[in-house]
T-cell receptor, first 108, second 115 residues
Framework: GQNIDQPTEMTATEGAIVQINCTYQ??????LFWYQQHAGEAPTFLSY????GLEEKGRFSSFLSRSKGYSYLLLKELQMKDSASYLC?????????FGKGTSLLVTP | GAGVSQSPSNKVTEKGKDVELRCDPI?????LYWYRQSLGQGLEFLIY????????KSGLPSDRFSAERTGGSVSTLTIQRTQQEDSAVYLC?????????????FGEGSWLTVV
């Protein structure tokens, strides 16, 4: 079966750093994706991790530990436009299996 | 076009009617996916097409749902005898290939409301 857990909601202040965690238990694993989804819009690709460690891309970084079934998305220097839902998704070989998403609210 | 194109953007239908949702994937992408997203819920996998292989229909919630892909490109998702619980955003996505690590790109979705 597939089980992907993320916090439902988080709030952070503009300019701060926030870490969104994702734990997973899946029958197959070929990598982990993070997507960003603004309200009423399509999800857009943020990052992909297949090896353990940290992948950095500008203000966003993503970490993976395969042995622990754990990933996090780190957002630095938060901006108001970062208010969105962040979706963790496990690549099980073809289709992605998504968590329910974490709704992030950035406040002034 | 440059991205995944879906139509209609919005559809309001009466309970019991059939609906068809269309997806035009990114040119050259061999893999195509349909997902459903209900209000406040995560993305629910429905069906996956890869090239000329038989589709993976394991996510379709009932036999009222079907999908086809013609010529390895455009796909149509059909929902027969719609029910109110079918109200959701239906998202189509495509990727360059169907294997590991291929980023999938989503369309804007078709918002279906069954009244």
């Amino acid at each position: 079966g597939q089980n992907i857990d993320q916090p439902t909601e988080m709030t952070a202040t503009e300019g701060a750093i926030v870490q969104i965690n994702c734990t997973y238990q899946t029958s197959g694993f070929n990598g982990l994706f993070w997507y960003q989804q603004h309200a009423g819009e399509a999800p857009t690709f943020l990052s992909y991790n297949v090896l353990d460690g940290l992948e950095e891309k500008g203000r966003f970084s993503s970490f993976l530990s395969r042995s622990k079934g754990y990933s996090y998305l780190l957002l630095k220097e938060l901006q108001m436009k970062d208010s969105a839902s962040y979706l963790c998704a496990v690549d099980s070989g073809y289709a992605l299996n998504f968590g329910k998403g974490t709704s992030l609210l950035v406040t002034p | 076009g440059a991205g995944v194109s879906q139509s209609p953007s919005n559809k309001v239908t009466e309970k019991g009617k059939d609906v068809e949702l269309r997806c035009d994937p990114i040119s050259g992408h061999t893999a195509l996916y349909w997902y459903r997203q209900s209000l406040g819920q995560g993305l629910e996998f429905l069906i996956y097409f890869q090239g000329n292989s038989a589709p993976d229909k394991s996510g379709l919630p009932s036999d009222r749902f079907s999908a086809e892909r013609t010529g390895g490109s455009v796909s149509t998702l059909t929902i027969q005898r719609t029910q109110q619980e079918d109200s959701a955003v239906y998202l189509c996505a495509s990727s360059l290939g169907g294997g590991t690590g291929n980023t999938i790109y989503f369309g804007e979705g078709s918002w279906l409301t069954v009244v």
